[in-house]
C-alpha cells in the first residue's frame, strides 16, 4: 500500500497530538529503558556500595571488567552462555522453518496440530522448565551416548561432532519449546510468497530443490534475522542459560557491588548485540551475482550511452 | 489373480504417500513437543507405588488424586488461582490499552523524531531485562531512602510499569498493534479528522472496532507473558500477591509447612502442581481459541 501522508492537518498540530498521547509510553521508555542503559554503563566504572548515608560512587575505571573476565565463575558461564546460543540458534530456525513448510501444506487438521506447537508459547516459565528436569530425562530416552550405534560410529569419526549431536538430543526438548512463535513468524512469511512465482519455477521446469534453495529461502532471510533475534531474548531470559543465576543475584539482593553486577549485566548484552549482529551479517541479503556475459554486456551498454551523450 | 494384484496396485496408488509422509513427520513431533505434559499428566495420578515400581511408564495401576489433594494444598490453589487471575488480569488489561494506543499513534500520525522514537521500541525489546532491572529496582529503592514511599514488595512497580507501556514484552505488542493498524486505509482516519473525530475518538471509531481479534491477540499475549513472569514479580511484587507462577516454584519449601506432616517430598506432587498451574492458562487459551488465531493470521506479526 502507498504511504499517504495527510497534508491537510498542519505539521506542528500533529506533532502536539502525537506527543501527547505518546507521553506514557515515552515517559515510561525514557524513564526505565533509556535512563537505566546509561546508567548502568556509568556504574560499570564504578563500585557501587549502599551504607548507612545513601549511594556511594566510586570511580575505579576498568577495575571492574578486568575483575569479571578474570573470574572464572563468569567467563565460564559466559563461553556456556555463547556456546548455547550457537547451538540452539541453528537448530531452532531450522526446525521452525521445517515445521512452518510443514503445517502449510493441504491437509487435514492443520488445527490441532497448530495448537500443539503452539502451546509452548502459552506454557512456558522458569517454574515450568524446572519441573522438565523433575520430568525425566527424555533426551536420555531418544538418545543414550555411548550405547547408540550411530553416536559411536560419528564419535569415531569426530567426537566433537558426537558430542555436539548428544548435547543438542539432550536439550531437545527446551530447544523445540522456544520454537514457538518462530514457527509463526515463518509461516507468515511462507504465506507471503506468491503462488505465482512457484508457478513460473514449474513452467521453467525447476526440480524442487531448486525452488527451495533459489525461492523459498531467500524469501525467509528477514523473517530469519527476526527469529534470531526473539530467540537470543528468550533464550537469554530463561533459567537454563548459564549466566541467569550470576545476573539474577543484585536483583533477589544477595550481591552488594552494584558496578560488578552492572558490568555483568552489561557483557552479557554486549554479547547478544555481537550475536545479533553477527546473525544480522551473516543473513543479509546480497547482490546477486550476474554471469560474466551479462556483466560484459552491461559494460558495453553503459559505455555506447557514454559515446551517445558526448 | 492379476485383477487383484492391480486392484491393490490402484488402491495403494490412490493414497496421497506425500501427505502420509507430513503426517508421520508431524505426529512425531508433536509427541516430542507434548512429551514433558504427557509426562506431567500421568504423573500426577501416580501413586507412590505406581512411582517406585519399573513396569510403570505411562498408565499408572493404581490411579490416585492424592497428588492433587496435596497440590492443592501446599498451592493455596483457589485462593491464589483468584488473586493471580485478577491481577494479572488488570496489568493485562492495562498493556493492552496502553499498547494500543501507542501502536495508534505511530501509524496515524507523523511526527518529529518517529524513526528515533521507533527504533527505541526495538532496543527496549532487544536489551536484556535483566540489565534494566537493576536500574529500576534502585530507582524504587531511592524512592523509599529519599521520600519514604515504599513501592518495592507491592503491586506498585508493575502498575507503573504497565501504565507507562514497559509491561513484559510491551514492544513485541506495539509491534503487533502498528502491523494491524497500518492496514487501515488512512482515507479512513482523514475521514474522521473532516468529520471533527478527536484523536481518541478517532481511536476507537476508526481502529478499534474493527480490530477485536487483534485486542484479543494482545489480550492473550499480554496475560501470558505476564502470567509466566518470575524475574520481575520476584523483584518487584514480592509475596504482596500471591500468583500461582511463584508458589509453584517455591513449592519445595511450602511442601514441609503446608504439605501434610507424614508425606515425604515426591516428584508427583510437584507434577501435580505444574499441572494446575498451567490449567488456567490452557484454559484461557482454549476460551479466546478461534479469535486468537484469527487474530495472529490477520495480524501478520512480520518483519521489520
Given amino acids: 500500500m502507498a504511504k499517504q501522508t495527510n497534508k491537510k492537518v498542519k505539521p506542528q498540530e500533529h506533532n502536539k497530538i502525537a506527543f501527547a498521547l505518546l507521553s506514557p509510553w515515552l515517559l515510561g521508555n525514557l524513564l526505565f529503558v533509556v535512563y537505566p542503559i546509561i546508567s548502568i554503563i556509568y556504574m560499570t566504572f564504578n563500585n557501587v556500595y549502599k551504607d548507612v548515608n545513601g549511594w556511594n560512587y566510586e570511580w575505579v575505571g576498568l577495575d571492574n571488567y578486568t575483575f569479571a573476565f578474570t573470574n572464572p565463575v563468569f567467563y565460564q558461564a559466559a563461553i556456556g552462555f555463547i556456546l548455547q546460543l550457537a547451538t540452539f540458534l541453528p537448530v531452532i530456525i531450522i526446525a521452525s522453518m521445517l515445521i512452518a513448510r510443514l503445517l502449510i501444506t493441504d491437509i487435514n487438521h492443520k488445527g490441532f496440530f497448530r495448537v500443539v506447537f503452539f502451546l509452548p508459547v502459552l506454557l512456558l516459565s522458569n517454574s515450568i522448565m524446572d519441573s522438565f528436569g523433575a520430568a525425566g530425562d527424555v533426551g536420555a530416552l531418544m538418545i543414550n551416548g555411548n550405547e547408540n550405534f550411530i553416536i559411536s560410529m560419528i564419535n569415531s569419526y569426530s567426537p566433537f561432532l558426537a558430542e555436539l549431536l548428544v548435547s543438542i538430543f539432550s536439550d531437545l526438548i527446551s530447544i523445540l519449546w522456544f520454537t514457538g512463535i518462530p514457527i509463526i513468524l515463518f509461516i507468515n512469511a511462507l504465506n507471503r510468497i506468491d503462488e505465482s512465482t512457484y508457478e513460473a519455477a514449474h513452467v521453467d521446469g525447476a526440480t524442487p530443490w531448486q525452488i527451495l534453495w533459489k525461492i523459498t529461502l531467500p524469501n525467509m532471510k528477514s523473517t530469519a534475522v527476526v527469529v534470531s533475534v526473539f530467540s537470543i531474548v528468550q533464550i537469554g531470559s530463561f533459567n537454563n542459560n548459564p549466566l541467569y543465576e550470576l545476573l539474577s543475584a543484585p536483583l533477589t539482593g544477595s550481591s552488594s557491588n552494584f558496578g560488578l553486577a552492572a558490568t555483568y549485566a552489561f557483557s552479557y548484552s554486549l554479547i547478544v548485540f555481537l550475536f545479533i549482529g553477527l546473525i544480522a551479517y551473516i543473513l543479509r541479503e546480497k547482490q546477486p551475482k550476474l554471469s560474466l556475459v551479462l556483466r560484459q554486456n552491461m559494460a558495453k551498454a553503459e559505455q555506447e550511452e557514454v559515446k551517445n551523450e558526448g | ?304
Avoid at chain 2, 499428566?41 to 496435596?70: A, C, G, H, Y
Avoid at chain 2, 482516519?189 to 476507537?204: K, N, R, V
Avoid at chain 2, 484479543?216 to 505476564?226: E, I, Q, R, T, Y
Fill in chain 2, 1 to 304: 489373480m492379476k485383477d487383484k494384484l492391480s486392484s491393490v496396485l490402484n488402491r495403494l496408488k490412490k493414497v496421497n504417500w506425500g501427505n502420509l509422509f507430513i503426517y508421520l513427520i508431524l505426529i512425531s513431533l508433536s509427541f516430542i513437543f507434548l512429551l514433558p505434559i504427557i509426562q506431567m499428566v500421568s504423573m500426577t495420578f501416580m501413586s507412590t507405588s505406581d512411582l517406585i515400581s519399573p513396569e510403570v511408564t505411562w498408565i499408572p495401576r493404581e490411579p490416585t488424586f492424592k497428588n492433587l489433594q496435596v497440590a492443592i494444598a501446599v498451592l493455596d490453589y483457589f485462593p491464589t488461582l483468584i488473586s493471580s487471575i485478577l491481577y494479572i488480569g488488570l496489568l493485562a488489561f492495562i498493556q493492552t490499552i496502553v499498547t494500543g494506543l501507542t501502536g495508534f499513534v505511530f501509524v496515524r500520525y507523523n511526527f518529529k523524531l518517529k524513526s528515533v522514537l521507533y527504533a527505541l521500541i526495538i532496543v527496549s525489546f532487544v536489551v536484556p531485562i535483566q540489565l534494566l532491572l537493576i536500574t529500576r529496582k534502585l530507582t524504587f529503592v531511592q524512592m523509599n531512602d529519599l521520600f519514604g514511599i515504599q513501592m518495592m514488595s507491592t503491586m506498585g512497580p508493575q502498575l507503573v510499569f504497565g501504565l507507562l507501556g514497559q509491561g513484559v514484552n510491551a514492544s513485541i505488542i506495539i509491534l503487533i498493534f502498528i502491523n494491524f493498524f497500518k492496514k487501515v486505509p488512512f482515507d479512513l482516519f482523514e475521514a474522521a479528522a473532516i468529520d471533527g473525530a478527536s484523536a481518541l475518538q478517532t481511536f476507537w471509531h476508526v481502529t478499534l472496532k474493527i480490530s477485536f481479534s487483534t485486542v484479543m491477540v494482545a489480550f492473550v499475549f499480554s496475560f501470558v507473558w505476564h502470567w509466566n513472569d518470575t524475574i520481575i514479580t520476584n523483584t518487584f511484587l514480592g509475596d504482596s500477591v500471591t500468583l500461582l507462577n511463584r508458589q509453584l516454584g517455591l513449592f519445595d519449601s511450602l511442601f514441609a509447612s503446608r504439605g501434610g506432616g507424614d508425606n515425604d517430598i515426591n516428584e508427583a506432587y510437584k507434577m501435580a502442581g505444574t499441572l494446575l498451574t498451567m490449567l488456567p492458562i490452557l484454559a484461557l487459551y482454549f476460551i479466546t481459541q478461534r479469535q486468537f488465531t484469527q487474530g495472529i493470521e490477520s495480524s501478520g506479526i512480520t518483519g521489520q
